[in-house]
């Protein structure tokens, strides 16, 4: 199966990404060797994953996400 490029991020609204935009407007005046992201593409990365075959996609993903309920419940159960 063919590798992708894999991340798990959340969407950021449409107001935030219009004022993203207007800056980064702005910011490109700096001719700086920046690659900026399209305002439909823009996204907060919360983990980075590489390329995965995309057969293992569902399986990462719910191990991350399992990890991340384990961490809730550790940290919750600490912080009582």
């Not at 991020?9 to 690659?35: C, G, H, N, Y």
């Not at 593409?41 to 990890?67: A, C, E, P, V, W």
Request: aromatic fraction near 6%; proline fraction near 2%; avoid cysteine.
């Amino acid at each position: 199966m063919p590798a992708i490029r894999a991340f798990i991020a959340v969407e950021i609204d449409p107001l935030t990404r219009q004022k993203i935009s207007k800056l980064i407007s702005i910011l490109k005046k700096s001719e700086a060797d920046v690659k900026w992201a399209a305002e439909d593409q823009m996204h907060l990365t919360l983990k980075f994953l590489g390329n995965i075959d995309k057969g293992n996609i569902q399986r990462i993903l719910m191990q991350y996400l399992l990890s991340q309920i384990i961490s809730n419940l550790l940290l919750s159960a600490f912080l009582k």
